[in-house]
């Protein structure tokens, strides 16, 4: 537990942040297994450095992944380097993230994600390959004005709207005003300006208030997709640092767009005909503060390790999918025809490739494979160490990728593309796929046994099955009057 102790200027600066600020509650935050962020919130009376050594009990048997019942008693260590003004509540709150421990053996727990994401960090520093990564994740949302859902055994439906979505078309009136016609048509918002984008402000508040949580922030714009679909990029960062950030983007779009009484949702497919929500993942590796994936004469810039990487990230793309794209919803994303990254293959420019390598510019330092599966269903924990961990198997391995396919993969003979494998069709397939072909997640203790196994249950049983076992609508259209 040593490495989970804080430093005592850090606590230090936290304390004295919420002093100067007036802070009147301090909550604290953790990620459970499938990545939802969980809290709960003390009074800053009780904010004192004996906190950050003692921990705070919690009942570990009601959150999903965690303990069974007979071992319920966790306990939570504040990280005092995250602490922020939290810059959406009313009543001034200090948050901060934890580490979660197991009180009995008074360690690091294996089944919070935020650990095995310092794990691999770790791993990395200790490989000799390189000793830092840096992470840019891009995860797409819809912003929504209005969400139903229901399934019942003798009924099930869903129905999504937005001003913005081009059904609204033919209304008379949308949401009680005048129908004025400026929205973005299938595929259309990508992105022309206001009025056909109507949610310019509200993507540069969530901004604001990202900046205001500490999260930088480069770019945010429309996306393709009709009926608000969004995007805000932040500045690459290391990957515990960058996973928490991950969580506050999540909490922060969700609650600026409760504000002006509309709603988020990162499910990578709510929309049929539509382009899907995904969240593309730009990795690189770093030695001595030099990045070690550029080399001048490389095919588009990128060096033989980071081939390799690429080597071990496409090697390794269907069990990495059960984590990176781990619903069954996201494989309604990973079809062709949406610029979804179906081809398990890399390439400078191919958007339906699975690893691109951006090449809008030389700059060494900004030299990066993107990984395109990933959706923002994922768990960024557990995605970035488990992509890290494919890619640093590649590097060990000299895994070479298949050669680069700069053409439009969907423009090639059938000869050529039969050579071209395909990622995993559902759920069902990437958790075989993960059941399979683990080890280069287990090296170095960064994956356990048991999170693996726990993570093919849980999601088998409550997912798959249970999803296998409904009627949906469209089969009532297909088959009611066969
Ligand atoms: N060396 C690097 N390592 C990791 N990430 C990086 C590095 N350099 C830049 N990034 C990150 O890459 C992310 C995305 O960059 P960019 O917007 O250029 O992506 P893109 O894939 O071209 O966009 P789109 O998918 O919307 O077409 C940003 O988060 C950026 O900070
Ligand atoms: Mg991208």
């Not at 421990?101 to 770790?122: I, L, M």
Request: glycine content about 8%.
């Amino acid at each position: 537990m040593s490495d989970l102790v804080a430093d005592p200027e850090d606590v230090q600066s936290a304390i004295e942040l919420a002093e100067s600020n007036g802070v009147q509650i301090v909550d604290f935050r953790f990620t459970d297994l499938f990545g939802t962020w969980q809290h709960f919130s003390i009074p800053v009376g009780d904010l004192k450095p004996g906190l950050f050594e003692e921990g705070l009990g919690f009942d570990g048997s009601s959150v999903r992944g965690f303990q069974p019942i007979n071992l319920s008693d966790m306990m939570l260590l504040p990280d005092p380097t995250t602490a922020v003004v939290d810059p959406l509540l009313g009543i001034k709150t200090l948050s901060m993230i934890c580490n979660v421990v197991d009180p009995t053996t008074g360690e690091a727990y294996s089944r919070d994600p935020r650990n095995v994401a310092r794990k691999a960090e770790a791993h990395l520093r200790g490989s000799g390959i390189a000793d830092m990564s840096y992470w840019g994740p891009e995860a797409e949302f819809f912003i929504l004005s209005g969400a139903r859902f229901h399934q019942d055994p003798n009924s099930a439906g869903f129905e999504i709207d937005s001003p913005e979505g081009i059904w609204n078309s033919g209304a008379s009136e949308v949401g009680g005003k005048p129908n004025l016609g400026y929205r973005p048509g299938y595929k259309g918002g990508y992105f022309p300006v206001p009025p056909t984008d109507s949610l310019q402000d509200v993507r540069s508040e969530m901004v604001l208030k990202l900046i205001e949580a500490g999260v930088d922030v480069e770019v945010h714009h429309h996306e393709v997709a009709t009926a608000g679909q969004a995007e805000i990029d932040m500045r690459y960062g290391e990957l515990t640092s960058m996973a928490d950030s991950v969580m506050m983007y999540k909490y922060i779009t969700k609650n600026v767009a409760a504000a002006h009484g509309l709603t988020v949702t990162f499910m990578p497919k709510p929309l049929y005909g539509g382009n899907g929500s995904g969240m593309h993942v730009h990795q690189s590796l770093w030695k001595d503060g030099e990045p070690l994936f550029y080399d001048a004469s490389g095919y588009a810039l990128i060096s033989e390790m980071a081939r390799y990487y690429i080597g071990g990230l496409l090697a390794h793309t269907p069990s990495l999918l059960a984590i990176c794209a781990p619903t069954t919803n996201s494989y309604r994303r990973l079809v062709p025809g949406y610029e979804a990254p179906v081809s398990r293959v890399y390439s400078a420019r191919n958007r339906s490739a699975a690893c691109r390598i951006p090449v809008y510019n030389e700059i060494p330092a900004q030299k990066r494979v993107e990984f395109r599966c990933p959706d923002p269903t994922a768990n960024p924990y557990l995605a970035f160490a488990a992509m890290l961990m494919a890619g640093l198997d590649g590097v060990r391995n000299k895994i070479a990728p298949p050669d680069p396919v700069d053409e439009d993969i969907y423009e090639l003979s059938a000869e050529e593309r039969a050579n071209i494998q395909s990622t995993p069709g559902s759920l069902e397939e990437s958790l075989a796929a993960l059941a399979d072909d683990h080890d280069y997640l287990l090296e170095g203790g960064v994956f356990t046994q048991d999170l693996i196994d726990t993570w093919i249950e849980y999601k088998t049983e409550n997912e798959v099955l249970p999803s296998a076992l409904r009627p949906t609508p469209f089969e009532f259209l297909l088959y009611f009057h066969g």
